[in-house]
C-alpha cells in the first residue's frame, strides 16, 4: 500500500491494460528459476499466445528510477536492481526485462523474463545475455489493493551489451575432412567480414582465414509463433558467422580467436583435433540428449558445469548432443541463452548435434522446410504423434547455427569418424522406412564402413527404439523403428545406438530384438541431460540391465580394440553404470 501512495503522491499513477484470465509460464533466458510448473506467469499474462493492448497515451510524467549496478554488460553478467524500500502488499508485482521500444503502458507482458518482488525485498540480481538491442528493466505493480490490473512504477536507465559485435556464441564443428573445422560465432553486424586467427601458440596466432555470413528471419520458418515477431517468439537473431579452416593436422592443439580489427576480437580459445588414421588413437566422447537452457530446463546447468569440467581436465574429444538442443520452441532468446550457455563447453571441443522434435516437428509451412522432406509437415504416418513440438521453426533456427559434415542431409543425417568411432545421425523425425531415400543412404554408409579403420560403429538420433517404461508398451514409432532399422543394424553389426526423448536412463543387454544376443547392438536411452526428469514404472524387461531417473551424462573413452561407456550423476559426478565392449 504504501507504495502505490508514495506513486500516488508523487507520480501519474498509470494504468495498463492485460487480459484478466490467469496462465501459467514458460520460462524466460535471462537466469530466472520459476520452478514450478504451475506457478502463474505476472497476472493476466498469457505467454503462449501474446497479448494485444488497448493503445493509451503516455501522460508527461517522472518515471521512479531502478538503479542498475552497471549500464553496460558482457553475457553472463550479473546486474543487480535496486530500488528504496517500500512495503508491498501485491503477490503479482514483478520485475521484468524489455526491449526500450515494448511500450510502457501496455506492453507490461511483453518482458523477455521476469521475477516476482518479495515483502520488503529492494534488490534483484539479473543474469544477462547479448540480444543486441538495449534493454532496460521495469517494474510493474498491481492496483486496487491488489485486485485491480497492473500499474507502471519504475524502470531502469537503458542497458547494453559492452560492445554490439564482440563475438559471442562460440562453437566448432567438424565437416567433411579430417583436416577442417567449423568455427561459428554470432553479432549483430551483417557489414562484417568474419575472421578466425590462429597458430599453435596462444601468443602467435599466425594463420588467418576469412568466413560467410548468413541470419534468417520469421518468415523464414514454417508456422506459428516462429513467424510471429515479439520479445517472447521471433527476435532478430543477428548474424550467424562461419569459418573453415582447412589444413589443420590431427591429434594437434590449436589456439584461436575470432572477430575482426574493425569490431574487436574473441579470448583465444583451443581445440585439440581428432586423430588421423592411428593404431593407437584414443578418443573420449560425450554424449547426451534433451537438454535445454539453465534455469528453463532445471539440469541444464549441472550437466554443463559436469561436461565442462571433463572437457577442461579430461582430453575430451567431442560432444554429441541427440536431439532437443533449446527447447527453444518459436520463443528466440532462448536460442541465444543457450549459444551462450554451451559456448565454454563448445568453443573447446566440436558440438555435433543430431535432429529431435523440438527442434523440427511441424504441421504446416513444409516449403520451408530445411530438410526438403515433402508435404506441409514432414513425416506424419498415421500411427505417428509427430506434432507442433518447433513451436514453428521447423529447423531453421537450428540449420542456422550449427554446422556438421554434408555426407547425407544437412543436419538430418550424416556420419563422421573420430579415430576408431564411425558415428551415423539418422532422423526419427523423417520418414525412415525401407522405402524412404533416409533408409538407402543409411543403407549405403553403414555398409561402406571400412571396420579395419573403425572398428566402432554408433548410431544416434532422438526418439528411442526401445524402452520398458510401461507408458511406452504401445508407441508406434518404436514399433516402427525396430521393424525398419534394427535388421539394418544388426546387419551392419552396429555396437551402440544411442537415443533421447524420454528424460531417463536406459541400458540393454547387447540384443536383436528384444532378446540378449552374444553380437546384438547395445541400446542406450540418455534423455537425462536437463529437461524435467520423467518418472514411471518399468515393465520388467529381461533384456533391460540399467535404468535410472536422475539428470547425468554419458562419455564413452574407445581405442581400437577397447571401448567403454560410463554414465555419471551430475549430482557427485559418480559412475552410476558402466560397461565395457572389446574388439
Ligand atoms: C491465452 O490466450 C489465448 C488467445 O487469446 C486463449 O485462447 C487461451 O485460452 C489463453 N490461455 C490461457 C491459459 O489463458
Ligand atoms: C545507485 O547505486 C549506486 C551504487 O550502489 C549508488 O551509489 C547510488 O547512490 C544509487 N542511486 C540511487 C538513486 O539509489
Ligand atoms: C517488512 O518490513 C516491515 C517494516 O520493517 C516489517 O514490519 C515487516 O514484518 C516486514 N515484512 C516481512 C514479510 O518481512
Ligand atoms: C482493467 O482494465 C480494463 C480495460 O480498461 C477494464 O475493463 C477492467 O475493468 C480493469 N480491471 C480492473 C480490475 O480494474
Ligand atoms: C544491431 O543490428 C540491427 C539490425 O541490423 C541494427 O538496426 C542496429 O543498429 C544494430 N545495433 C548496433 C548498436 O550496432
Ligand atoms: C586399448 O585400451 C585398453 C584399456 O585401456 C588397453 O588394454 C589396450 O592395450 C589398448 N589398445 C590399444 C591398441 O591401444
Ligand atoms: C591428455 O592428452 C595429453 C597429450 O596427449 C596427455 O599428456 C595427457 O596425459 C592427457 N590427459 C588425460 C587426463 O588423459
Ligand atoms: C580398410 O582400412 C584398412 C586400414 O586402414 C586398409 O588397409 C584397407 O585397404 C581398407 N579397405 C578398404 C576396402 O578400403
Ligand atoms: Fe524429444
Not at 10 to 17: A, E, N, R, S
Not at 112 to 120: A, G, K, M, R, V
Amino acid at each position: 500500500m504504501l507504495l502505490h501512495q508514495i506513486t500516488c503522491a508523487f507520480f501519474f499513477l498509470i494504468i495498463t491494460i492485460v487480459q484478466c484470465d490467469n496462465h501459467f509460464n514458460i520460462h524466460g533466458p535471462f537466469g530466472k528459476h520459476h520452478s514450478i510448473k504451475n506457478v502463474p506467469s505476472p497476472y493476466g499474462c498469457n505467454r503462449t499466445y501474446g497479448i494485444s493492448f488497448p493503445s493509451i497515451s503516455l501522460p508527461s510524467m517522472n518515471i521512479m528510477e531502478l538503479n542498475v549496478s552497471s549500464t553496460f554488460y558482457v553475457s553472463n553478467q550479473q546486474i543487480i536492481v535496486t530500488w528504496p524500500t517500500i512495503s508491498l502488499s501485491c503477490n503479482d508485482d514483478f520485475i521484468g526485462i524489455y526491449f526500450i521500444d515494448i511500450p510502457l503502458l501496455t506492453g507490461a507482458c511483453g518482458y523477455f523474463d521476469y521475477e516476482f518482488i518479495q515483502t520488503n525485498q529492494t534488490s534483484m540480481s539479473w543474469q544477462m545475455i547479448n540480444l543486441r538491442r538495449p534493454l532496460e528493466f521495469r517494474y510493474y505493480s498491481r492496483e486496487k489493493n491488489c485486485a485491480g490490473n497492473y500499474s507502471f512504477v519504475a524502470k531502469s536507465t537503458f542497458v547494453q551489451p559492452l560492445n554490439y559485435n564482440i563475438p559471442e556464441q562460440i562453437h566448432l564443428a567438424y565437416s567433411d575432412r579430417i583436416d577442417q573445422m567449423f568455427v561459428s560465432y554470432v553479432t549483430n553486424s551483417s557489414e562484417y567480414i568474419p575472421e578466425c586467427q590462429y597458430g599453435l601458440d596462444p601468443s602467435l596466432l599466425q594463420w588467418h582465414v576469412q568466413g560467410t555470413t548468413i541470419t534468417y528471419k520469421a518468415s523464414d520458418m514454417c508456422e506459428g509463433q516462429a513467424n510471429i515477431p515479439g520479445p517472447q517468439t521471433f527476435i532478430d537473431p543477428g548474424y550467424m558467422h562461419t569459418i573453415i579452416l582447412e589444413d589443420i593436422r590431427p591429434s594437434t592443439t590449436y589456439f584461436y580467436r575470432v572477430g575482426n580489427d574493425q569490431h574487436g576480437w574473441s579470448s583465444v580459445r583451443s581445440f585439440t583435433n581428432r586423430p588421423a588414421d592411428d593404431i593407437n588413437a584414443k578418443v573420449t566422447l560425450i554424449a547426451y540428449g534433451d537438454m535445454g537452457a539453465a534455469p528453463v530446463q532445471p539440469g541444464a546447468k549441472s550437466t554443463m558445469d559436469r561436461v565442462r569440467a571433463q572437457v577442461m581436465t579430461n582430453n575430451i574429444t567431442c560432444v554429441l548432443h541427440i536431439g532437443d538442443i533449446s527447447y527453444a520452441r518459436g520463443i528466440g532468446a532462448l536460442w541465444d541463452a543457450f549459444m551462450t550457455q554451451i559456448d565454454p563447453i563448445a568453443s573447446y571441443v566440436p558440438y555435433m548435434v543430431g535432429i529431435g522434435n523440438h527442434e523440427y516437428d511441424h504441421v504446416t509451412g513444409g516449403d520451408k522446410d530445411p530438410s526438403g522432406a515433402p508435404g506441409p509437415g514432414g513425416f506424419r504416418p498415421p500411427w505417428g504423434d509427430y506434432g507442433y513440438d518447433s513451436g514453428g521453426e521447423c529447423a531453421v533456427p537450428m540449420v542456422r547455427r550449427f554446422h556438421s559434415p554434408s555426407n547425407g542431409n544437412g543436419l538430418f543425417w550424416y556420419s563422421f569418424d573420430v579415430g576408431p568411432v564411425h558415428i551415423v545421425y539418422y532422423s526419427t523425425e523423417h520418414d525412415f522406412l525401407p522405402s524412404s531415400p533416409q533408409h538407402a543412404w543409411l543403407e549405403h554408409d553403414l555398409s561402406s564402413v571400412n571396420r579395419s579403420r573403425t572398428p566402432w560403429l554408433i548410431v544416434g538420433s532422438h526418439r528411442p527404439m526401445y524402452s520398458s517404461i510401461v507408458r511406452d508398451v504401445g508407441d508406434s514409432i518404436k514399433v516402427m523403428l525396430q521393424i525398419s532399422l534394427e535388421p539394418m543394424f544388426y546387419k551392419y553389426h552396429v555396437d551402440l545406438n544411442l537415443f533421447a526423448h524420454i528424460h531417463s536412463y536406459e541400458r540393454s543387454c547387447p540384443m536383436y530384438q528384444g532378446k540378449c544376443v552374444d553380437d546384438g547392438i547395445t541400446h542406450i536411452l540418455i534423455g537425462m541431460a536437463g529437461h524435467n526428469l520423467d518418472f514411471d514404472t518399468y515393465t520388467g524387461a529381461k533384456w533391460s540391465l540399467y535404468h535410472d531417473q536422475q539428470f547425468g551424462y554419458t562419455q564413452i573413452s574407445a581405442n581400437r580394440t577397447y571401448l567403454r561407456f560410463t554414465y555419471h550423476h551430475n549430482v557427485d559426478d559418480a559412475i552410476i553404470d558402466e560397461f565395457e565392449l572389446r574388439k
